[in-house]
């Protein structure tokens, strides 16, 4: 199943950037669709202050949810 992001979707990463700073299930948004595939991201500290902003592919992403959102198919 393909995943696909929205613009100011809030995810975690699945994998380690250490060339990015940046750990495995830190939380970012999505600031930018590159392509079906890829997404650029915004991760920030608890203060908001930007850590890192890099593509990532959708399969190294997970979308976080903030409230029940179920809709049925």
Avoid: C, W
């Amino acid at each position: 199943m393909e995943k696909k992001f929205k613009l100011l979707d809030t995810v975690a990463i699945l994998k380690e950037m250490p060339q990015h700073r940046v750990l495995s299930g830190q939380v970012g948004t999505i600031v930018e669709i590159l392509s079906d595939v890829d997404y650029e991201v915004e991760f920030s500290d608890k203060n908001g202050e930007t850590i890192a902003e890099f593509s990532v592919s959708a399969d190294d992403l997970l979308l976080l949810h903030h409230s029940l959102e179920y809709s049925p198919k």
